[in-house]
């Protein structure tokens, strides 16, 4: 989906890669049999703009309505913030997607713990459902209002706690800008390989 030089390669753990693109991550895929996208979704799951509203473009009618069978926890929620579910991949060429809610940054009590909450979340849900390889765009950093550099250090740094559990992890970041934010914090964080 991207050509090499669009592409910063880094050890999360010996056995663990974690990869940075710059593309559109309704595209991505490595192994239908054991892949999931994560996006950021709103507290209803009733789709919406960004990377939701091309997720669910690209993914068809099917992914709304398995969004409305996923059970509220309080009326008008089915996942809170900083929680993960997940769903079908219908259309897309990923197996799985998994909805997790990012902090809206203004507003959010914590912004910085619920970022982390939706990392974390994200991968436990992805762990339980044998992912192997899940890729992540840049939550919270569009409408919601993110720092991008505060939330690059906080997705690599939690995606670190769970290097082992997976065999890669990709961020599919769509600016330019982001993807170079990412790769020198991951060039911060991490070995390069
Ligand atoms: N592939 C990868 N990244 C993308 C794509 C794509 N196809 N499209 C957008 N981005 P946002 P948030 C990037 O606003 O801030 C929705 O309406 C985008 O450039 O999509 O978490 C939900 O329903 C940005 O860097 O999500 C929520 O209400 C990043 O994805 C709310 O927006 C996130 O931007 C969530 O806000």
Redesign the pocket.
């Known amino acids: 989906m991207a050509s090499e030089d669009e592409v910063a390669v880094f050890n999360l753990s010996d056995s663990t890669l974690l990869k940075i693109l710059k593309?559109?991550?309704?595209k991505w895929s490595v192994d239908a049999s054991s892949d999931a996208i994560v996006y950021?979704?709103?507290e209803r799951m009733v789709?919406?703009?960004?990377?939701?509203?091309?997720i669910h473009r690209a993914a068809g009618p099917e992914l709304r309505a398995a969004c409305y069978q996923v059970p509220e926890v309080r009326p008008g929620v089915r996942c809170p913030t900083g929680e993960a579910r997940i769903t079908p991949g219908f259309n897309l060429p990923a197996s799985r997607v998994i909805h997790t809610v990012?902090p809206i940054y203004d507003s959010d009590v914590n912004p910085k713990e619920s970022l982390a909450n939706s990392y974390k979340n994200s991968l436990r849900v992805a762990k339980a459902n044998n992912i192997k390889y899940i890729a992540f765009?840049?939550?919270?950093?569009?409408?919601?209002?993110?720092p991008i550099d505060e939330a690059a250090a906080i997705g690599i740094s939690t995606i670190k706690e769970f290097a082992n559990d997976f065999k890669e992890v990709h961020f599919?970041?769509?600016?330019d800008a982001?993807y170079s934010v990412w790769v020198n914090k991951a060039k911060e964080l991490l070995q390069k390989t």
């Open positions: 593309g559109d991550i309704t950021s979704a709103n789709g919406g703009g960004g990377v939701d509203g091309a990012g765009p840049a939550i919270s950093c569009g409408s919601y209002g993110f599919v970041l769509f600016a982001k």
